[in-house]
């Protein structure tokens, strides 16, 4: 197993650890999550049919509106959303819904924002420990997609 660190800018802290579910493509999460189970269910999207609820899920940026604040902040109500998203910048829907969830239910979603070259590092299925200030530690699995 290789390990590798990477200095992320957390936008919202926190600590997480989980396996990656990385997409190199945006996400939307209206109508391209199932925040009742955790799915992702775009069906042009390349982790479609993939369960997100409890792991840490990398994507660069979301598509679409601010109804991914809503869809995400019912994922945390319910349980059913990931442990920590990755992104490639400041993701204001993202943190909007990290915002309110921990003042709903003191339950804020860590988010974290590292550069581009570092995120294109990220694969389907390492092992991602985040911590309050930004570390991401990656330990490289050899294994599929589809175990995930």
Do not use: C
């Not at 957390?10 to 190199?24: D, N, Q």
């Not at 902040?73 to 309110?100: M, Q, Y």
């Not at 339950?107 to 590292?114: E, R, T």
């Amino acid at each position: 197993m290789d390990k590798l660190i990477i200095k992320g800018d957390p936008f919202i802290a926190g600590s997480a650890s989980g396996f990656a579910l990385v997409s190199a493509e945006p996400l939307s999460f209206w109508g391209g999550y199932d925040w009742k189970i955790g799915e992702i269910i775009d069906r042009r999207h390349p982790l479609s049919g993939s369960i997100a609820k409890g792991k840490i899920l990398a994507v660069p940026f979301t598509r679409g509106s601010s109804t991914t604040t809503a869809v995400l902040l019912e994922s945390i109500r319910a349980g059913t959303a990931p442990k920590a998203i990755i992104t490639t910048g400041t993701d204001f829907f993202f943190a909007l819904a990290s915002v309110v969830a921990d003042e709903l239910y003191a339950d804020p979603l860590p988010l974290i924002a590292v550069p581009e070259t570092d995120f294109a590092k990220l694969q389907t299925g390492d092992h991602i420990e985040i911590d309050n200030a930004g570390i991401i530690v990656l330990t490289r699995q050899n294994t599929s997609v589809n175990n995930y």
